[in-house]
């Protein structure tokens, strides 16, 4: 008679109970193993991520570095040579897009292609065309979902092109289209990070929201939305949030 403990059939194999802790476990690790490389600002952000989903006995996913800045990021990767790079696009030093000119030949490479997935907070077009037309395999927000980062980044590895929700309608608008999208000037004296915070604030975040969304301080939103009247000549956050409806920002 087995002990109630006991991790096998008598037969050798595993028992009800290890068979249903197995089944438990997340299926990102059975069989699969990708190296990956976190960029983003944050520090905060990039422990959330690590904890979520770099348990490597569990999800397959085995975070290899992090950095904070285009410079940092540049040099993690050519060391490390990941197979995935998880990419915030707003970056001190350039942003995302400028990793993605300077890695340009690591994602050429026949042998060993490292490829490319942006992770932003940011659901922005211009943001999304500008990583893709840089050479990223896809970009989801970070709304995602442990479950399925892991699964995005497996696909990504595999070489497929992954996607948010509604986020695969500006590319595809994009590269249908042969015209180039008109410059706008107002909109190219924000930094990117002030282009966040308009988007949020004028959808009608409160400073408080916007600053737990981008893990900065009110402060600092503060900061940021001070700069961008400024910059816009507006008055006020209902003047702002009428002059991004009017770009189709919000």
Not at 43 to 55: K, L, S
Not at 57 to 66: A, I
Not at 124 to 149: P, Q, W
Not at 187 to 212: H, M, N, P, S, W
Request: proline share 4%.
């Amino acid at each position: 008679m087995s002990e109630p403990n006991e991790p096998t059939d008598l037969n050798g194999t595993a028992g009800p109970a290890a068979r249903a802790a197995e089944s438990a476990q997340p299926t990102g690790g059975a069989g699969r193993h990708v190296r990956v490389v976190l960029v983003d600002d944050h520090r905060m952000f990039r422990t959330g991520v690590q904890a979520e989903i770099g348990q490597t006995e569990q999800t397959g996913v085995e975070v290899v570095g992090e950095a904070a800045d285009v410079d940092q990021a540049v040099t993690v990767i050519t060391a490390t040579r990941p197979e995935v790079v998880l990419l915030d696009v707003h970056l001190p030093g350039g942003g995302g897009v400028e990793v993605l000119r300077r890695c340009a030949p690591l994602m050429g490479d026949a042998e060993q292609p490292v490829r490319f997935l942006a992770l932003s907070v940011s659901d922005a077009a211009e943001d999304v065309i500008g990583v893709i037309r840089g050479g990223a395999r896809g970009y989801v927000t970070k709304t995602i979902t442990g479950t399925d980062l892991v699964d995005s980044v497996f696909r990504v590895q595999e070489g497929d092109a992954v996607f948010s929700p509604r986020l695969a309608g500006f590319v595809l608008d994009a590269f249908a289209s042969t015209d180039a999208p008109p410059v706008d000037e107002d909109l190219d004296r924000l930094t990117q990070r002030e282009r966040e915070v308009l988007r949020l604030i004028a959808r009608g975040y409160a400073y408080k929201e916007i600053a737990k969304q981008l893990f900065i301080s009110v402060k600092t939103v503060e900061s940021h939305v001070s700069a961008v009247l400024r910059k816009l000549q507006l008055s006020n956050r209902h003047e702002l949030t009428r002059w991004a409806t009017a770009r189709r920002l919000v």
